[in-house]
């Protein structure tokens, strides 16, 4: 099946616990004011086979403690979700922990179809007007989800952030291209940029406004 992706990564860290396989969807809707992964906004970019996407989560599946999915907005390309969620399930018994902007009514349906695939769900469109408090959040309108036994662990998250849960995860590309994981804390990507500033590198970050086109 054809679906849009922005990355594959292992191991991540700041997104849930242990080292995960982290999988970024392609394209999102919901344009989230600041938002930090702007740059998974655009759709018809990163087209690939869902088979490549398998091989790829195979081939770090036996050393990963569990499968993060984000993006973009997963449930916009609901069919390759389910492909792609369904061959983890053939391959690695760890839990699956879902970031979506929707709400859980809006993704109902697609979960009711197909029950057993998502261990832990954060729902809600990042809310900059809003504080952050809660644990793998980025805004307190956004709830965690529970939906398996096998995501019972991320029950723990059902508190208030602590330091260590807002730590990110920095990965460089082989063409020098630098990109995060994780939740970070508010401000943090201005900090980054006038550090980097300060010592003479010019920065521009995914948050920034028109940094993306929409
Ligand atoms: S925070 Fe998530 S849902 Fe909101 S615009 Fe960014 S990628 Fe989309």
């Not at 809707?29 to 690939?48: F, K, R, Y």
């Given at each position: 099946m054809r679906m849009f992706l922005s990355r594959v990564h292992f191991?991540?860290?700041?997104?849930?616990?242990?080292r995960r396989v982290g999988l970024w969807f392609q394209g999102c809707?919901?344009?989230?004011?600041?938002?930090?992964?702007?740059?998974?906004?655009?759709?018809?970019?990163?087209?690939?086979n869902t088979g490549q996407v398998i091989d790829q989560l195979s081939a770090f599946a036996a050393d990963a403690d569990g499968l993060t999915v984000s993006g973009g907005e997963p449930f916009e390309q609901p069919e390759a979700l389910a492909e792609l969620l369904a061959a983890w399930r053939s391959i690695s018994d760890r839990s699956v922990l879902v970031f979506t902007g929707l709400e859980l009514g809006q993704i109902q349906p697609w979960l009711d179809a197909h029950p057993?695939?998502?261990?832990a769900l954060i729902t809600g469109p990042f809310r900059s007007d809003l504080p952050q408090t809660k644990?793998?959040?980025?805004?307190?309108n956004q709830a965690l989800h529970v939906l398996t036994q096998r995501g019972a662990?991320?029950?723990?998250?059902?508190r208030n952030a602590t330091g260590s849960d807002l730590k990110l995860d920095i990965m460089i590309d082989a063409d020098g291209a630098a990109w995060m994981a994780g939740i970070p804390a508010r401000g943090d990507l201005a900090k980054l940029r006038r550090a980097l500033a300060a010592a003479g590198h010019t920065v521009v970050t995914s948050d920034m406004p028109g940094r993306f086109a929409a």
């Open positions: 191991p991540v860290t700041a997104l849930g616990h242990g809707s919901l344009h989230c004011p600041g938002c930090i992964s702007a740059d998974t906004w655009a759709h018809d970019e990163g087209a690939v057993d695939l998502i261990d644990a793998l959040r980025g805004s307190d662990p991320f029950l723990a998250y059902e």
